[in-house]
Each structure stands twice: as structure tokens, then as C-alpha cells.
């Protein structure tokens, strides 16, 4: 089941880690950080996980959230403009458009846990969530390209 806002989830997930007597720590695990991805395909895995968190003594479980903010949609629409400029067409500013209706939803949720010197990831995210992050990509990728329109003399 795919959901189109996972602050229900965050709200569950809350509750959840609570009623097992754990603590929780809000924070963003990086990816340059050692880890291993927890992969369940089942939409309630996230208990799982933290069932798995508490069967290793973990002190803690971290949480992190991702909630689309307009200033974020914005400056994604911005910078693909500016990149189809002069033309303005494009699929891609088409879909970045279509962010706005989510705005103020929650696309991505991380819960972790430390053990045996590797953090314990568990992701999940939305497919709005993942298509910003791709357009977000793909903006940053082609800001990195170099032209050269200098002429040659």
C-alpha cells in the first residue's frame, strides 16, 4: 500500500517505540556513516525493526522526517527554469509543479539504531518523496556541467 503522506505512520511509529520502553532521538543518519538497510516489503516492517532494536539492547532509536516545505518546491521550480531557459518546456518542471499539492505532507521517515559499531537503518519514503529527490538530482547534476562557448582562436 503506497501512502501519499506518512505523518499517520510517523504518528504510529511514535507510539510504537514508546509502548516497547525505548527512547527516541530525533536525527538524520548520513550516508557516509556505516550502516546496514533494513528491507521488508511488508508496510508495517518498521515494527519489525524496532522490535529488532530493542532485541539488541539498543539505548535508543533515532528518527528523522522529511516534510515538503514550499521554499524547497520553489527553489527546485526556480532552478529548472532557469535550466530550460529560454524554452520553459519541460516534463520535468511539469512534475516539480505538481510537488506543490504536497506540500506541508511528510515523504520520508528514518528510524536507526546502533549495534556492534554499524548503525541499523530502516527508510521509507513516498513516491512524490522520490521523484523531488530525483528532479532535485538532476538539477544539482547538470549545475556541475561545464560549457565552454568560448570560441576557439
Known amino acids: 500500500m503506497a501512502f501519499d503522506d506518512l505523518t499517520?505512520?510517523?504518528?504510529?511509529?511514535?507510539?510504537f517505540i514508546a509502548g516497547h520502553g525505548m527512547r527516541r532521538m530525533n536525527s538524520f543518519?548520513?550516508?557516509d556513516v556505516p550502516t546496514v538497510l533494513f528491507e521488508e516489503d511488508d508496510v508495517?516492517?518498521?515494527k519489525d525493526f524496532v522490535e529488532h532494536?530493542?532485541?539488541?539492547?539498543a539505548p535508543f532509536i533515532t528518527m528523522s522526517d522529511?516534510?515538503?516545505?514550499?521554499?524547497?518546491?520553489a527553489a527546485l521550480i526556480s532552478q529548472l527554469r532557469d535550466q530550460t531557459y529560454p524554452d520553459g518546456d519541460s516534463g520535468d518542471?511539469?512534475?516539480?509543479?505538481?510537488?506543490?499539492?504536497?506540500?506541508g505532507k511528510t515523504g520520508y521517515l528514518q528510524l536507526g539504531f546502533a549495534h556492534?559499531?554499524?548503525?541499523?537503518?530502516?527508510?521509507?519514503?513516498?513516491?512524490?518523496?522520490?521523484?523531488?529527490?530525483?528532479l532535485m538530482e538532476s538539477v544539482s547534476e547538470l549545475g556541475h556541467i561545464i560549457v565552454d562557448d568560448r570560441d576557439d582562436e
Do not use: C, R, S
Not at 499517520?8 to 507510539?15: F, G, L, T
Open 93 to 103: 518542471l511539469e512534475e516539480a509543479q505538481g510537488l506543490m499539492q504536497h506540500v
Open 53 to 57: 532494536a530493542k532485541a539488541a539492547n
Open 116 to 134: 556492534g559499531g554499524v548503525i541499523f537503518l530502516y527508510e521509507t519514503a513516498t513516491e512524490w518523496y522520490d521523484l523531488f529527490q530525483e
Open 8 to 15: 499517520a505512520v510517523k504518528d504510529d511509529m511514535v507510539a
Open 66 to 73: 522529511v516534510i515538503l516545505e514550499p521554499e524547497d518546491v
Open 29 to 31: 543518519v548520513p550516508e
Open 44 to 46: 508495517d516492517g518498521w
